[in-house]
């Protein structure tokens, strides 16, 4: 019997059709992510958790080379029609072993995915063989300040799971998530052999004020998310 959190597939349409323009992922994480990337034109360009594709239709648009790979067939199944047939789409776990060559990607785009994950080692150690040498990944994952909030967890510096219901397009699933400390992160990336180039709390996209007042005031006052850029020396 399958696991009966983070269903996806059992509401893809209604949560792309929320992801695409909301305050949070439109305003707020996607550009984040995306900056830190920098420049990607002629480059092989992984995204790690591709979902319905809204990043890398982006990427692509900037000129580069794009592979998405995501565990959610539903959410597969609208990026393939958002990016057409040029654009290598692979079914996968990020905690399983990626179907990808060895050194194949100048730059990896891990977006809201890692925090799904207990246990990073792997996912990391899977980045480290598919960038080449000198690559750089960008994550983009849950802060450890607001999990800790939310959740009401044990303690701040456990590494424990929670639970939270979500409802898109009229169906509502019940979403896991790994709260983990700030240290914890980084212990992960050490041990993986990345070198941490940038940590990043940036404020929403000023455009967003006049969208979503309320969420814009709530994004530029309490941490939501966390970003980082690694590199593979």
Not at 59 to 64: D, E, F
């Amino acid at each position: 019997m399958s696991e009966p959190y983070n269903d996806y597939d059992a509401f893809a349409a209604g949560y792309s059709a929320d992801n695409e323009n909301n305050a949070t992922n439109a305003y707020y994480e996607r550009p984040a992510s995306l900056a830190l990337l920098g420049d990607v034109n002629g480059q092989r360009v992984l995204d790690a958790g591709c979902g319905a594709g809204a990043h890398a239709a982006e990427l692509v648009r900037r000129g580069a080379s794009v592979t998405g790979l995501d565990k959610n067939a539903g959410l597969l199944a609208i990026a393939r029609q958002r990016l057409g047939d040029s654009v290598p789409l692979h079914q996968g776990d990020l905690a399983e072993p990626l179907p990808l060559s060895s050194a194949s990607f100048e730059a990896i785009l891990a977006s809201l995915v890692v925090h799904y994950l207990k246990d990073w080692g792997p996912m990391l150690a899977e980045f480290r063989r598919v960038l080449a040498p000198g690559g750089r990944l960008v994550i983009s994952t849950h802060h450890p300040f607001m999990d800790h909030s939310l959740a009401g967890g044990p303690s701040y510096f456990a590494t424990y799971d929670f639970t939270e219901e979500w409802t898109k397009g009229g169906q509502t699933v019940q979403m896991r998530f790994w709260h983990r400390p700030l240290h914890s992160m980084t212990d992960a990336f050490q041990a993986a052999r990345f070198t941490m180039d940038i940590m990043s709390e940036p404020e929403p996209d000023p455009a967003a004020e006049k969208l979503f007042p309320a969420v814009y005031a709530d994004l530029c006052t309490n941490p939501r998310f966390l970003f980082f850029r690694l590199i593979a020396p």
